[in-house]
Each structure stands twice: as C-alpha cells, then as structure tokens.
C-alpha cells in the first residue's frame, strides 16, 4: 500500500466545479481507496492505494466525472515524489508567501521557455514541478497555470508553500 498526494485542478475556485470536501471523500472511499483525507476546499486529498500513480489519477478522474459531472485533471505524487520537490525548491525560502510549486502531469519535452512582464518573478522547470518565487505577487504574476500549460504542452496545477508543506505533514 502506497501514500499518494492527490492534486485536484479547478475544483471550488470562484464558485466553479462546486465539490464538497465530505462528498469526495465519500466518493474515494466508494472507489476502494483507503486512509482517504482531504485539507482545505481546492482539490487536496492524500490517500492509500495499492494501485499505480496512473491507476489512482484515472479513478478518480473518472469517480468524479461519473458522480458529478465535471472532467478535472488529477496529478498524483508519493511522498517520496513529493519530499523531493520541496526540498529541490531552488530559490529563497525566506518569504513563505511568495513561493509556490506547481505540479505537472508530466515531465515537459522541453525544460526553458520565455514569459514576458514576468518583472521580479523567477520560474524553474525541473521534471515534473516548476518552481515559483513571485515578490510581485501570485495575484498579480504572468507564470500561471494556463500558460505554463499551453507553453509545456501539460496539466498544471499550483500549490502555495504553506499548503505543499502542510500536505506532505499530512502524509506522513
């Protein structure tokens, strides 16, 4: 049995893909995953399967398109998976807040690209995360999901620090 962090992309952000913590679980549990938890309401679940990391993102993928209608992508990482990119992080780790992790779905086939305005804002690409520091702020950066994604050609979804951290305590 393994531990995965399940991240969720575009569930509860500005009142689309309305998906209640305590339904999901239900669900997961319904689909035979074990030790199932959730934090907070965007899409962040650590669970047990004996499954593989690809198994674990189709099911859930697909529970959740059957249950309620709504095609997210699923990105999964083992705590191993998950330790290693946090302690990869390459830039200052001296103001919390304006870091951030932003997991793929995939490793991208190229590892620079070009982002225009970025201002103070610095990305890395590294296997299957781009790492975020943004002194302008996550409000106001041009590094989004969205563009990463049509630039890599992949899933991406972000997670602050706080919430990488918290997740990987949860795991343990």
Do not use: H
Not at 60 to 88: C, H, M
Not at 112 to 141: M, S
Request: glycine share 4%; net charge positive; proline share 3%.
């Amino acid at each position: 049995m393994k531990t995965f962090i399940v991240l969720l992309r575009g569930i509860n952000v500005s009142g689309k893909n309305k998906l209640p913590m305590a339904e999901l679980r239900n669900l997961l549990n319904i689909l035979d995953f074990k030790n199932v938890q959730t934090y907070i309401q965007s899409g962040n679940i650590i669970l047990d399967s004996e499954d593989s990391k690809s198994i674990v993102c189709q099911k859930i993928k697909e529970g959740i398109l059957n249950q309620f209608g709504y095609d997210v992508p699923v990105i999964a990482r083992t705590i191993s998976e998950w330790k290693i990119a946090i302690d990869n992080y390459p830039f200052s780790l001296e103001n919390e807040k304006i870091v951030a992790f932003t997991f793929l779905d995939r490793s991208p086939k190229i590892s620079e690209i070009e982002i225009k305005n970025i201002r103070g804002d610095q990305f890395k690409i590294a296997n299957e995360v781009v790492y975020l520091y943004c002194p302008i702020g996550f409000g106001k950066t041009k590094i989004t999901n969205n563009v990463l994604e049509k630039k890599l050609n992949v899933i991406a979804t972000t997670r602050n620090f706080k919430t990488t951290e918290k997740l990987l305590e949860l795991a343990k």
